[in-house]
């Protein structure tokens, strides 16, 4: 039998590292996939943003040629208007030098040459500024809605800053906020306009950064990530739960075989008694004297209520388990059902040298519940303090009433019970560990049915213990 034990334990030990091996290792694989994932996002990404922006820049150059051919053609007109002011005035050198009327009429000439002069140098020089920058700032709204729209078509659908930057002058010539300026130069991608000046000018770079990329990409997974995470959730609790199901049958199956062998001992006694009396009764050998049938038959008696009581409290305990319970209420007084209890416990208490004490003080004891079942719960909390004690017992049932409701409490100077088991005592089948004292005798369902009995009236019910200082049941039911 210990063999089989030790085979159980190594074994569901060996399955559990199994699994959780094979938990880890899937999650670890299961990374790496979507490591891959983000990469081949990450790849899409780069190139739907190529395709955009190529498109955007097609456009841009386009207009800026349109914008330079206009401007070119405007230019040399006003030129042309320029150089006539020039052939006009050396005409009137070449024309009008022998007969200029004062010393002024040069001076005039030289001002009308100077202001010609810095016409043409004004507007050559508004025309290369305008090549330069002043194109983008004035389309600072169209090229914003060009990116976006482009943007837009290949559904990527993050905010964006962008900027347009002069290799030339190494400055940053137009930016859609001025609020990323670091990341523009640092962090961005660029794509290369078209230079509109000599073929030996750098060309101006269109820079645009994804301030919040990474999450852009990582949101377009949200469907993988999920699935992810709900089958690992799934398979961590169906692994948890299967363990503690396994841990709970096993527990279970342990507290079975307990019960087993404490009902075969319980029952085994008073079969035993009531056998031997009646071979006593039987025996030809005795003298028979109406008190000796009465001493045997008495016994017989009290062994057969004692086997009775053992069989209820079974039964009651198998209608639990099926909520098959169903309550009888009515009006009853509970102060009336602690003196009956009390009553059918004095003389186990007398036996023992021990005293139970009554404090009712509840001026409201009525409820509205089952008679019976409340005297089964007070008789099994008595019983347990009768029970578990290795001193003369001494109980304290008192009553009061606190915010509608009934409390009764029952207080023992018995064994005590540890803070760990005080979790375990209402379970089924759950008997205190006493160590080495084994004259403790019962089958665990005590606790249970009457914590079920009690919730049945609406109630709850707690204990407050300590190891060596006795114990003290709390029950609380509304009675309002």
Not at 3 to 17: D, E, H, Q, R, S
Not at 61 to 71: N, S, T
Not at 124 to 144: A, C, H, P, V, W
Request: with cysteine.
């Amino acid at each position: 039998m210990l063999y089989f034990c030790y085979m159980n334990k190594w074994t569901t030990t060996l399955i559990i590292a199994l699994v959780t091996f094979a938990t880890i290792g899937l999650m670890i694989i299961q990374v790496y996939w979507i490591k891959d994932a983000v990469k081949v996002k990450q790849a899409v990404f780069f190139r739907d943003l190529n395709q955009a922006m190529h498109q955007v820049v097609f456009e841009l150059d386009k207009m800026r040629l349109q914008d330079r051919v206009a401007r070119q053609s405007k230019f040399y007109q006003q030129r042309e208007k320029i150089y006539d002011t020039f052939d006009s005035l050396n005409q009137f050198i070449v024309l009008g030098m022998g007969t200029w009327s004062s010393p002024n009429d040069f001076d005039i000439w030289l001002r009308k040459t100077g202001r010609a002069n810095r016409a043409l140098e004004e507007l050559t020089f508004n025309f290369n500024e305008q090549d330069q920058g002043s194109f983008f700032y004035e389309r600072k709204t169209l090229i914003d809605s060009l990116i976006s729209r482009e943007l837009k078509e290949k559904k990527i659908n993050t905010k964006f800053e962008f900027g347009v930057f002069s290799p030339a002058t190494n400055s940053m010539i137009l930016q859609k906020t001025g609020k990323y300026p670091e990341e523009l130069l640092n962090d961005s991608y660029y794509f290369d306009l078209v230079p509109l000046g000599t073929l030996y000018t750098y060309p101006n770079k269109l820079l645009i950064h994804f301030p919040n990329e990474q999450s852009f990409i990582v949101r377009q997974l949200w469907k993988l990530l999920g699935i992810s995470v709900f089958l690992f959730v799934v398979i961590i609790f169906s692994f948890s739960f299967s363990m503690f199901i396994i841990n709970r049958q096993k527990r279970l199956s342990l507290m079975k075989n307990d019960f087993i062998n404490n009902m075969t001992h319980e029952f085994k006694t008073p079969i035993s008694t009531i056998a031997l009396a009646c071979e006593a009764l039987k025996d030809k050998d005795i003298k028979k004297s109406d008190i000796v049938y009465n001493n045997y038959i008495g016994v017989i008696n009290e062994e057969n209520k004692r086997l009775g009581t053992m069989a209820e409290q079974i039964l009651q305990t198998a209608v639990l388990d099926k909520g098959q319970l169903k309550l009888k209420r009515a009006q009853v007084n509970m102060h009336d059902i602690i003196q009956q209890a009390v009553n059918s416990k004095q003389i186990a208490a007398n036996e023992k040298g021990g005293l139970i004490e009554m404090q009712l003080k509840a001026t409201k004891p009525v409820l509205n519940g089952d008679k019976v079942h409340l005297t089964n719960v007070m008789i099994n909390l008595i019983d347990n303090a009768l029970k578990y004690n290795i001193e003369k017992p001494h109980i304290v049932i008192n009553t009061i009433n606190n915010n509608g409701s009934l409390l009764i409490r029952v207080q023992d100077n018995g064994i005590g019970i540890s803070k760990s088991n005080q979790k375990k005592i209402f379970e089924k089948l759950y008997r205190v560990p006493t160590g080495n004292v084994h004259n403790f005798k019962g089958f665990g369902l005590g606790l249970n049915y009457v914590k079920a009995t009690t919730e049945l009236h609406n109630g709850i019910i707690s204990v407050d213990s300590e190891p060596g200082s006795g114990s003290t049941f709390t029950i609380r039911i509304p009675n309002e």
